[in-house]
C-alpha cells in the first residue's frame, strides 16, 4: 500500500502544472498570469523601452576619400557590416538594452539618408522582459577628413622625395611615371609638383616617403640622400617635430646611348668596352658592345662609385639607308633575354649611307652592327655617325688606342609609317600634377610635346618596354575613306612595323558601340 502511494505522488509531479488565467489590471483581458499582471498591449502602453535611445542620429562622411567619421575616419561601402558597425557605436543609449537584431532598411543613395531596424529587449516592471522594433534614421552629412584637407592646403607635408636627373630631356620621367601609375606608388602622395628637372612628391608620413625610395630604388639606377629641418620643439614633452626630405637622383645615362666606361670599371666589366651603346635601363644599367656582341651589367652602386655620363644621346642620331646586310658569327656569347632561348641581337655588315648624301655624293659606309636580326636591304636606321662626334678629354684618351668605327646603328627606323599621322587607338594615363610656379616657356612646351611623343613612338617599337605600361584603349576618330586610301598609295607603311595588339589593351577596354560609348565609357581611376 505504501509503494501504490509513492507510485502515485511520482506521477502527479511529471504532470505540468496548470495556472488559471487572470484579468489584466489595466483592460481587464483573460491573461496567463505574468510579474505585471497585465497584458503586453497594456503593458507597452505603460512602459517604453526606447526612452532615452536616440531615434535620428548625424553621421559625417568625407566624399573626397568615401570615408565616414568613427571616429577614427574609416572606408565603408553601402549596407556593409563595418557600416553597421560604425552605425550602431553613434546610437547613444543602446548600452542600456540588449540588442537583440540590426539591419539595413533601403534608401535611395542620393538621399543622404541611412535607416537601420533595431530589435531590443529590456527588463521592466517585476522582471517582466519586453521586446521591441523600431527604426533609427542616421543623416549623412559631408566633413573633410583630417588627410583631404592636406590635400587642399600648402605646407602640411611632413617629408618630400625630389626625383632629378641631369639630362637635357624628360622621357625617362615620362616613363617613370607610367611605372608609378601602374603599380599605385603614388597612393600616399598628397601632392605631385612637376619642376624643370624633375618632380617633387609630397607624403604625410615619413614612412611613406621611405617606401616610395625603395620603389624607385627598385625600377632605376638611383642615389639617395636624406636630410631633415626641425620646424618645432616642445622641452616639457620632449617632442619634435621634423620636416624630412629625400633627394633621389637618377643616372645621366639613358637608352640608346653612347658611352665611354671609365678605365677604373674596367676590372668590374672584364676589359670590355670602352665604347658602348646602352640597351636597358632598369635597376641596372645593362650595356652591349655593337662591334661584339659582349654585353655589360652596371649595377647602380658601382655606377656611382665611378659615374660616367652619354658621349653621345638621341639629338646626335643621323638617318642612314641600309643598302647589304650579311649576317656573321658573334665572338663573345650572345645576349640572352631574360631566361628565354633566343638572342636579343645578332652581327652583321651593313652597307649604309646617309639620307642627307642622296644626290649630293656617293659615299657608302661599311659597318658592323648588333641589328643584323632586324635590318634588311632597303631599311631605315638610325645611328651616331662617329666622324661629326666630339669626345671629351678623358673619353677620348681612352678610346684613342681602338679602331672606332664611322657609323654606329642603333635601332631601326619607319619612316613611312611615321609619315602617315594616324591617331593611335590607345592612350596613356597621367598623374594630376601641379605645375612649377615659373610659367615654362613655348619652346620648352614645345620640346616637352616633342620629346613625349618619342616616348610614346617607343612603347610602339619597343614590345618589351610596352609590357611595363598600362594601355588604355582610345576610340579612333572617323576618318574618311578616300583620304585613308590617299594617304596608304602615297606612303605604303613597313611590313614588320611592330603594331600595337588588342590584346596589350585589357585596362579600360571597350568593345560599345559608338553610339552607346559615351553612356559606357570606362572611366580611368582617379590620381
Known amino acids: 500500500m505504501k509503494r ?3 507510485t502515485i505522488n511520482d506521477t502527479i509531479d511529471m504532470q505540468p502544472q496548470r495556472f488559471a488565467n487572470i484579468l489584466c489590471c489595466m483592460c481587464g483581458t483573460s491573461i496567463q498570469p505574468n510579474p505585471s499582471n497585465m497584458c503586453v498591449s497594456c503593458l507597452r502602453g505603460q512602459v517604453d523601452i526606447t526612452e532615452g535611445i536616440c ?3 548625424i553621421m559625417h562622411y568625407c566624399k573626397e576619400c568615401n570615408r565616414y567619421l568613427r571616429p577614427p575616419w574609416m572606408h565603408c561601402e553601402l549596407e556593409s557590416r563595418e557600416l553597421l558597425s560604425v552605425c550602431l557605436k553613434k546610437i547613444k543609449g543602446l548600452n542600456k538594452v540588449k540588442l537583440v537584431d540590426a539591419s539595413f532598411i533601403w534608401t535611395e543613395p542620393h538621399s543622404r539618408r541611412i535607416k537601420v531596424k533595431l530589435t531590443i529587449q529590456k527588463e521592466v516592471l517585476n522582471g517582466a522582459i519586453l521586446q521591441q522594433t523600431f527604426v533609427v534614421e542616421f543623416l549623412v552629412q559631408t566633413l573633410q577628413c ?6 587642399w592646403t600648402p605646407h602640411t607635408w611632413v617629408a618630400s622625395c625630389q626625383v632629378r636627373q641631369k639630362v637635357d630631356h624628360k622621357r625617362t620621367f615620362f616613363f617613370l611615371e607610367q611605372l608609378i601609375l601602374k603599380h599605385n606608388a603614388h597612393e600616399k602622395t598628397l601632392n605631385v609638383k612637376e619642376e624643370t628637372d624633375g618632380i617633387d612628391f609630397y607624403f604625410a608620413n615619413r614612412s611613406h616617403a621611405m617606401k616610395f625610395v625603395d620603389f624607385l ?10 636630410s631633415k629641418q626641425l620646424i618645432s620643439q616642445d622641452d616639457r614633452s620632449n617632442t619634435y617635430n621634423y620636416k624630412y626630405s629625400f633627394s633621389v637622383e637618377i643616372a645621366m645615362v639613358c637608352k640608346d646611348d653612347l658611352v665611354v666606361l671609365p678605365s677604373k670599371l674596367a676590372p668590374h666589366t672584364g676589359n670590355a668596352g670602352p665604347l658602348m651603346l646602352v640597351h636597358k635601363i632598369s635597376n641596372i644599367v645593362m650595356a652591349v658592345d655593337p662591334m661584339t656582341l659582349r654585353a655589360v651589367e652596371i649595377p647602380a652602386g658601382l655606377f656611382w662609385k665611378h659615374p660616367f655620363k652619354a658621349a653621345a644621346t638621341r639629338k646626335h642620331l643621323t638617318e642612314y639607308t641600309i643598302l647589304n646586310v650579311d649576317p656573321v658569327e658573334a665572338v663573345h656569347q650572345p645576349i640572352k633575354q631574360g631566361a628565354a632561348t633566343r638572342t636579343l641581337y645578332q652581327l652583321a655588315d651593313v652597307e649604309c649611307a646617309r639620307v642627307s648624301d642622296f644626290g649630293r655624293n656617293d659615299i657608302v659606309f661599311r659597318v658592323r652592327t648588333h641589328l643584323g636580326h632586324l635590318l634588311k636591304p632597303g631599311d631605315s636606321a638610325m645611328g651616331y655617325d662617329m666622324t661629326t662626334i666630339n669626345f671629351l678629354e678623358d673619353d677620348d684618351a681612352s678610346i684613342r688606342r681602338l679602331q672606332v668605327p664611322e ?3 642603333v635601332k631601326k627606323h619607319y619612316p613611312n609609317r611615321r609619315k602617315q599621322n594616324k591617331k593611335r587607338n590607345w592612350k596613356l594615363q597621367h598623374l594630376q600634377k601641379e605645375e612649377s610656379d615659373m610659367l615654362p616657356r613655348e619652346r620648352d612646351v614645345q620640346k616637352t610635346e616633342k620629346e613625349y611623343e618619342e616616348f610614346l613612338q617607343d612603347l610602339e617599337e619597343d614590345p618589351e618596354l610596352r609590357s611595363n605600361v598600362n594601355l588604355f584603349k582610345e576610340a579612333a576618330a572617323p576618318v574618311r575613306r578616300d583620304v585613308e586610301e590617299m594617304e596608304d598609295a602615297e606612303y605604303e607603311p613597313e611590313e614588320d612595323f611592330p603594331e600595337v595588339g588588342v590584346e596589350e589593351l ?6 560599345n ?3 552607346e560609348e559615351d553612356e559606357q565609357e570606362v572611366q580611368l581611376p582617379s590620381t
Request: glycine share 6%; with cysteine; aromatic share 0%.
Open 4 to 6: 501504490s502511494i509513492e
Open 55 to 57: 531615434k535620428q542620429v
Open 146 to 151: 583630417d588627410d583631404c584637407k592636406k590635400l
Open 217 to 226: 630604388q627598385g625600377i632605376v639606377p638611383v642615389r639617395v640622400k636624406d
Open 407 to 409: 657609323v654606329i646603328l
Open 506 to 511: 585589357l585596362d579600360g577596354l571597350t568593345l
Open 513 to 515: 558601340d559608338p553610339d
